[in-house]
């Protein structure tokens, strides 16, 4: 089992920056990746950006080079630093932990998400 807390949503200016974390808790040893999605209003979640436990990186095309998502060497947490936001990067922001299984299938854990608003 692992829990996920997301913090640092909040209102911002377009130009802005926010920097969220996800600190988790429970079997961290057996996370295979940390992923960042979001989801705006009426929309479906998407996949925003990701970390493998080996440090391999990727990002959907619309935040490569305005995103960046890291970690320290403790792993915990995971940050995603947004910078240059836009109007349309607001929505709620999930952490999901893809966690490694004694047998069969990784199980996937999320957060309870936190807000993040764009004002143009």
């Known amino acids: 089992q692992v829990q996920l807390v997301e913090s640092g949503g909040g209102l911002v200016q377009a130009g802005g920056s926010l920097t969220l974390a996800c600190t988790a808790s429970?079997?961290?040893?057996?996370?295979?990746?940390i992923a960042w999605y979001r989801q705006a209003p009426g929309k479906e979640r998407e996949l925003v950006a990701a970390i493998t436990d080996n440090g391999d990186r990727r990002y959907v095309d619309s935040v490569k080079g305005r995103f960046t998502v890291s970690r320290d060497y403790s792993k915990n947490p995971v940050y995603l630093q947004m910078n240059s936001l836009k109007p349309e990067d607001a929505g709620v922001y999930y952490c999901?932990?893809?966690?490694?299984?004694?047998?069969?299938?990784?199980?996937?854990?999320w957060g309870q998400g936190t807000q993040v608003t764009v004002s143009s």
């Open positions: 429970g079997t961290i040893s057996a996370i295979i990746q």
């Open positions: 999901n932990a893809r966690v490694r299984a004694p047998w069969g299938q990784p199980n996937d854990y």
